[in-house]
């Protein structure tokens, strides 16, 4: 494709413009937009760029070792942080979604001060900023975007980094086309979004390491599921939930009292509006028999049918 090939050397072509001889942070959020922004700069600025990739214990299955897989083969220098003990220490005992929010903001922050510390000095700070953000600042991809857990020109003096955002004047498919001449995994390149906070918004109320557990073998099942049926790219967004409601069931000869998993899919434009996916009933029964019969701490399984509005697409 030549047009976005000639893109690509254009972006490159700008990066190493602006950036000189200097030295290049990004955070990594395990999106599309950062991933791709890593493989770009990797090429514009190789050693000079810095990946900090925060593992904050909020993540799904896998996808830690799925961002190092994706990225390190193709020339990022990743640096992945495993924060998970200070943002469960965190968490410990908050139940409210906003506190939730603003807390994982604030030990990113932190977090990622601490690695800009001990890695640098930087000159600049990448961010995978497309032109809707440039338009409307809604929605997004998350942890990465910094400026939505703290605006930039806040940060201390020692790290008061310049701004480089190459992606400023793209649309998300032209970012999706140059990650795949960039060589990004599809797995990656075409992932659902998923929010900063991660899995604590998804898992209602106080969060502990087993609920985050029950939850990730939940979701696994079901992404791994749409996925195998073909159905993943028709969502535009899918995901599990643990809820804290506890039911009756029964197994074997055994009653259960056990908690009920909701599962979400959504197509939408914009994510401003959604509608739920109309997914084949038999797909839901065998996703609510393997998760039943796989996670014994679920003896429930319920399908969100709700549209967006009156609700939103995560559940806190
Ligand atoms: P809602 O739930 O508001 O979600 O309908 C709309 C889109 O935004 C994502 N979302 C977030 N992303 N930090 C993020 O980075 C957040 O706190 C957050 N809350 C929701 C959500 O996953 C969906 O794509």
Redesign the pocket.
């Known amino acids: 494709d030549w047009t976005a090939e000639h893109i690509i050397d254009e972006l490159i072509a700008d990066v190493q413009a602006q950036v000189g001889d200097g030295r290049v942070l990004l955070a990594i959020s395990g999106g599309v937009d950062s991933s791709t922004l890593g493989l770009l700069l990797a090429r514009a600025v190789g050693e000079r760029l810095t990946a900090v990739f925060i593992d904050h214990g909020l993540l799904r299955l896998g996808e830690r070792e799925q961002v190092e897989a994706a990225l390190r083969p193709l020339g990022v220098n990743l640096v992945t942080v495993d924060a998970r003990a200070e943002f469960m220490a965190a968490l410990n005992g908050v139940s409210d979604p906003e506190q939730k ?1 603003k807390i ?1 903001g604030r030990e990113f922050i932190r977090a990622f001060e601490r690695e800009a510390r001990q890695y640098g000095p930087f000159d600049f700070l990448a961010q995978g900023t497309l032109y809707p953000d440039v338009i409307e600042s ?6 990465a ?1 910094i400026k ?1 857990h703290h605006n930039v020109g806040g940060l201390p003096d020692d790290l008061a980094f310049k701004l480089v955002e190459p992606f400023r004047t793209l649309f998300k498919d032209e970012v999706r086309e140059i990650a795949r001449l960039l060589g990004l995994p599809d797995a990656v390149r075409m992932r ?6 991660g899995l604590a ?1 998804r898992c209602l109320g106080a969060i502990t390491e087993e609920k985050l557990d029950i939850l990730r073998r939940v979701d696994d099942i079901f992404i791994s599921g749409l996925r195998e049926f073909g159905l993943y790219d028709g969502c ?2 899918a ?1 599990a939930i643990l809820t804290p409601i506890q039911s009756v069931g029964v197994m074997g000869d055994e009653r259960t009292y056990s908690f009920t998993a909701a599962l979400r899919a959504v197509t939408t434009d914009d ?2 509006t ?1 509608e739920w996916a109309r997914l084949p009933y038999d797909f839901l029964a065998t996703m609510s028999n393997r998760i039943v019969n796989q996670v014994h701490e679920i003896n429930r399984v319920v399908y969100d049918i709700t549209g ?1 509005p009156p ?5 806190e």
């Not at 809604?138 to 942890?143: D, P, S, T």
């Not at 659902?192 to 906070?197: N, S, V, Y």
Request: cysteine-free; glycine content about 14%.
């Open positions: 929010r994982i809604a929605g997004g991809e998350g942890a975007n939505s659902h979004p998923f929010p900063g906070p918004i535009s967004q995901l994510f401003m959604a967006k609700a939103t697409i995560e559940w």
